[in-house]
């Protein structure tokens, strides 16, 4: 335990079994002794729970200031980019037969789209924005009113704008923020988070622990799971994974979830986008990936095998595990 922290509080870990399926991670903090501890507010959003931490105990008013900012930047990503209300703007843009999405799309936004279109170029169509059609297909899409589909991403994304908010409010002060939405998390601020990824076999196998390993989040990094356990389509007695192949349209098989880490220049944006990108990769053309075009993303795969589980890495996020249950492979 680091120096000056004595009790290691773990204040996530309360959820409720409605909301437990949405979190990927779950976090983990150290506090100082002669503080009030942390405070930390949850609620739900974007199909999903968000939660916001500051490591220090600040005065109410003020964390209920920046709570509204937090919770009105997550607000406006809903409205503009849901694809589950027929009324927000990326549906309406869909039904009337939007082709060029980034020009039609609101200024505050369009980060969103470009990052998810230069994703879909790089990685060749693995990650694939217009896969909603294809998901409606499957079955997966009741309910989706665009053709468009930002879920992969737009998480990520109302991380990053609520972030430029906090930074905003707080101006030079000290400030150690986490904020989390659905498994898309934020250091903002000063300060190391530890995060836990959770463990994908957990829920068939209840002797397992409950979570497989200890990432450092440093400030300004942010980190986002895909995992094939949490949301997933029955077929035939079989779980089908959430995420398809932008390539050939299929479910993707064989991987049981997917961590990555991303520097303040990538932001959560990123880390969402690409967590979803990885998965479809796979490790080994997902490292060699990331080398040409996100060398300084961080990733970790889990092999959907839970007979002999194991962790895949790439060599630099090797370093910031702290806790690993499991044997580790390093990618090249
Ligand atoms: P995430 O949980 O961030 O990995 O995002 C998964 C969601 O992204 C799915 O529920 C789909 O809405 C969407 N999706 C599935 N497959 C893809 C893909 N290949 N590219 C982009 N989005 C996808
Ligand atoms: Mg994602």
Redesign the pocket.
């Known amino acids: 335990m680091r120096p000056g922290f004595k009790k290691a509080a773990i204040y996530a870990a309360v959820i409720s079994a409605a909301i437990a399926a949405e979190i990927a991670i779950l976090h983990l903090c150290f506090d100082r002794e002669d503080e009030e501890g942390p405070q930390a507010m949850r609620w739900p959003v974007m199909g999903t729970v968000a939660q916001m931490t500051s490591r220090r105990h600040m005065d109410e008013r003020e964390f209920g200031e920046l709570l509204v900012c937090v919770q009105a930047s997550y607000a406006r990503v809903e409205k503009l980019l849901s694809a589950w209300n027929p009324e927000s703007e990326l549906s309406r843009l869909s039904a009337a037969g939007c082709t060029n999405w980034t020009e039609a799309a609101s200024p505050e936004v369009r980060p969103c789209y470009e990052a998810a279109l230069r994703l879909a170029e790089e990685s060749g169509g ?4 217009r ?1 909603g059609e294809k ?1 409606r297909a499957l079955g997966m899409g009741r309910g989706r009113y665009s053709r468009f ?1 930002l ?2 991403i737009a998480k990520g994304f109302a991380v990053d704008m609520a972030a430029e908010e906090v930074e905003r409010a707080m101006g030079g002060r000290y400030f150690s923020f986490l904020l989390d939405l659905g498994g898309n998390l934020r250091a903002v601020g000063a300060g190391e988070w530890r995060t836990g990824v959770r463990n994908p076999f957990r829920g068939v196998d209840a002797s397992q622990p409950g979570i497989c390993a200890v990432i450092t989040l440093l400030g300004g990094e942010s980190v986002a799971t ?1 995992g094939n356990y949490e ?1 997933f389509v029955e077929k035939d007695g079989k779980r089908l994974s ?5 390539r050939t349209g299929e479910h993707v098989s064989g991987i049981a979830g997917v961590t990555v880490v991303t520097p303040r220049e990538y932001g959560a944006t990123l880390a ?1 986008g690409l ?2 990108t990885l ?2 990769m796979g490790p080994e053309a997902g490292a060699a990936f990331l080398k040409r075009f996100y060398p300084l993303a961080l990733a970790l795969w889990i092999p959907d095998d839970p007979a002999s589980p194991r962790i895949i890495v790439t060599p630099d996020m090797a370093y910031r595990l702290e806790r690993i249950e499991w044997p580790a492979e390093k990618t090249r």
């Open positions: 693995a990650f694939n924005p896969i998901l589909d879920g992969a895909s949301r959430h995420i398809l192949d932008g969402d967590s979803t998965f479809v």
